[in-house]
C-alpha cells in the first residue's frame, strides 16, 4: 500500500510539473528519498530488531516557485522508523507546508520553516534525516534589508517535535544586523554588528515553579565580525536564559529541578592567503542545553545547535568514540559546561617547490581539547572530556595515482569528566585512489587503531570500485581482533542514473554514537540489508 500510495503521488506531481512549466508562469521542484532496513538476527553482536523485522524511514518534498512566491510541503512516513531513531517518529503525516512571499528586500513567510540566530547556540531549526532531526518553526517569519546596510528580521511558532509541533512551546524571536563598514565606506575592510533576542514560552508545573521557573524566558546574543586581506574574526557572547533541569536521582537543597541561566561565549579567528590557512576557534559554554519540550528526553528535542569544534571524520575507525560537546548537564551527575577550542591549519605546497614536487601537496594539522568547569561561573578548567590531534597529507602522486595519509591520536574520557580516567588511541589511515581510465577507478582503505583501554586494537579495510557515472561496488570489514573478536563487515552496490540512485548493501553495524556537526543520537548494533532510493525532480 505504501509503494503504491508513493507512486501515486510521484505520479502527481510529476503532472503538476508539467502544467507549471508549460504555462510559463512558475516550476515545480521536488525530491523523494527512501531508507529501508530488513533487519537479520544477530547473536553475536546481541542485534536489535523491530517487530516484522522491517522498518523504512520515507521523505517526499516539493516546492513551487513563480516570480516572487513560492510554496512547498514535506510528507513523511515511518513504517516504521529505523532502529536507534527518535521514539516520536512514527507513522505518515503531512509533517512541512509553507508559503513565502518575497518582493525587494521585503520577505513574508507563513507555515513550517528553519532559521539561525547567529552561530546557533542561541537558537537554530533544522533538518538532518541522519539524526532523525527536524525541529521547523511552524508560524510566521517577516524579514527586511535595507540596501546592504541592515536587516531585521522576526519570527514566531511552535517547533516541531516528532511529527507535529509542540503543543505548548511558543518561540518570538527578533535578529538583526548592521553593516558599518558599508555604512561609512571602509573599503575592502568588514565590520558588522549583529544581535538577537529570543523569547520561549513553555507552562511550568507547581513544583518547577515553586523551585523558580518561568514560563517565559528572554535570551539574547551579541556578535561582531571583521574581515581584513585575509583575516577575520568572529566574536560571540550569549545568554541563554533560565533554563530548567530535572533529575529526580539528585537533589540540591531538596530540589530535583535546578533553574539555571544559561551562558556561552565564542571566539573564531582565521587566516587565508598564499596556500595557508588558520582556523582558531574557542568556546565556553555553562548551562546552554535548550529543548523544544522539558518534558521530552528524545534526542529530537534540541532548539539550538553546538556544533563539534574539532575535527570531523570521514573514516569509520576514527569516530568510534566522537566528542560530543558538554552543554550542561545533571544525567547522572551535575556538570556545568565545557570550555577548550580548536586550531586548524591547512597548507598548500604548490607544483615545482621542493616538497610539492611535480603536481603539489596538501598538508592539514589539527589540535582541539575540551574540560569541564572547575566550578560553576568559572572559566578554569578541570577535568579533561576530549583531546585530539592528527595530522594529513593529501598528495597527486601521478595523473591516476592519488594518496592520502592521516594520522590521529584521541584522549576521550568515557565519563563525561565523573572521573579523571580517559581512554587514548593512535590511529592510522592510509585512502589510496587509482583511476585506471577516466570512467573506471578503485579506492581503498586501510586503517589500524591501537589502545590499552575498553575494547583495545581494531583494523578495517574497504575496497570500493567505480564504473562512472553509474556504478559503484564496495566491500569492507572493521574488526576488533584486540578483545571481542567481532568482525563487522558490510557489502553493497549503488547505482545513479541521472537524479535518481539507489544504493542495496549487507551488513553487520557496531552499536556507538552516530553524529552529524556535534549532534549526537545512540545507535543500536543492527545487522541486516539496507536500500536507500533518492531522485529528484
Known amino acids: 500500500m505504501k509503494r503504491i500510495l508513493t507512486a501515486i503521488l510521484l505520479s502527481s506531481l510529476s503532472l503538476i510539473s508539467a502544467w507549471a512549466q508549460g504555462d510559463g508562469k512558475g516550476y515545480l521542484v521536488g525530491s523523494f528519498e527512501s531508507n529501508t532496513i530488513l533487519y537479520s538476527e544477530d547473536a553475536v553482536t546481541n542485534a536489535q530488531r523491530p517487530d516484522g523485522n522491517f522498518a523504512s524511514n520515507n521523505y517526499l518534498k516539493a516546492d513551487y516557485y513563480a516570480g516572487g512566491f513560492s510554496a512547498g510541503l514535506q510528507l513523511e512516513t515511518y513504517q516504521p522508523a529505523l532502529v536507534g531513531y527518535p ?247 551535575i556538570n556545568s559546561g565545557e570550555i577548550g577550542g580548536q586550531l586548524d591549519v591547512y597548507y598548500n605546497f604548490r607544483r615545482g617547490t621542493a616538497l610539492g614536487g611535480r603536481r603539489g601537496m596538501k598538508v592539514n594539522f589539527n589540535f582541539s581539547t575540551y574540560y569541564n568547569l572547575k566550578e560553576e561561573g568559572s572559566f578554569m578548567p578541570k577535568t579533561l572530556l576530549w583531546r585530539n590531534v592528527n595530522v594529513g597529507v593529501e598528495k597527486q602522486i601521478s595523473k591516476k595515482f592519488k594518496m592520502q595519509l592521516l594520522y590521529a591520536m584521541q584522549e576521550y574520557n568515557h565519563s563525561h569528566g565523573v572521573g579523571k580516567g580517559t581512554w587514548l588511541s593512535n590511529m592510522v589511515v592510509a585512502d589510496l585512489l587509482y583511476k585506471f581510465t577516466p570512467s573506471f577507478s578503485t579506492r581503498m582503505e586501510l586503517a589500524y587503531l591501537t589502545t590499552f583501554e575498553d575494547q583495545k586494537d581494531w583494523m578495517s579495510g574497504l575496497v570500493e570500485v567505480n564504473f562512472a557515472p553509474s556504478w559503484s561496488l564496495f566491500v569492507s570489514d572493521m574488526f576488533n581482533h584486540g578483545d571481542t573478536k567481532i568482525h563487522y563487515y558490510n557489502a553493497g552496490f549503488s547505482y545513479t542514473a541521472g537524479r ?36 529528484s525532480f
Open 87 to 333: 521514539g516520536n517518529l512514527e507513522g505518515a503525516k503531512l509533517t512541512n507546508y509553507y508559503m513565502q512571499w518575497t518582493d525587494g528586500d521585503f520577505a513574508v513567510t507563513a507555515g513550517t520553516f528553519y532559521d539561525q540566530f547567529g552561530s546557533g547556540i542561541l537558537f537554530r531549526t533544522y533538518e538532518d534525516r541522519t539524526l532523525g532531526m527536524n525541529t521547523a518553526l511552524m508560524g510566521a517569519r517577516v524579514s527586511y534589508h535595507y540596501k546592504d546596510i541592515a536587516s531585521i528580521k522576526a519570527l514566531w511558532g511552535a517547533p516541531r517535535l516528532g511529527m507535529e509541533p509542540a503543543k505548548e512551546t511558543q518561540v518570538r524571536g527578533v535578529d538583526g544586523s548592521l553593516s558599518l563598514s558599508n555604512l561609512l565606506g571602509m573599503g575592502a575592510t568588514s565590520l558588522s554588528l549583529e544581535g538577537s533576542l529570543l523569547n520561549r514560552y513553555e507552562p511550568v508545573n507547581p513544583i518547577q515553579e515553586e523551585a523558580g521557573a518561568e514560563a517565559s524566558t528572554l535570551g539574547y546574543s551579541a556578535r561582531v565580525n571583521f574581515e581584513h586581506n585575509g583575516f577575520l574574526v568572529k566574536a560571540e557572547y550569549i545568554d541563554g536564559g533560565k533554563k530548567i533541569y530535572s533529575n529526580p536521582n539528585i537533589l540540591i537543597d531538596g530540589k530535583s529541578n535546578l533553574i539555571k541561566n544559561g551562558n556561552a561565549q565564542l571566539l573564531e579567528m582565521s587566516y587565508s592567503g598564499g596556500g595557508l590557512g588558520v582556523n582558531l576557534s574557542a568556546r565556553r559554554m555553562e548551562w546552554m542545553e535548550s529543548k523544544v519540550s522539558y518534558g521530552s528526553t528524545e534526542t529530537n528535542n534540541a532548539l539550538n545547535y553546538l556544533p563539534a569544534l574539532c575535527a570531523q571524520y570521514s573514516y569509520a575507525i576514527t569516530n568510534l568514540n566522537p566528542y560530543i560537546p558538554q552543554p550542561g548537564t545533571t544525567a547522572g551527575h
Open 500 to 535: 535518481t540512485r539507489v544504493a542495496l548493501s549487507y551488513g553487520r553495524n557496531r552499536a556507538g554514537m552516530v553524529c552529524s556537526g556535534g549532534v549526537c543520537r545512540l545507535m543500536p548494533a543492527y545487522t541486516g540489508g539496507n536500500l536507500v532510493v533518492s531522485t
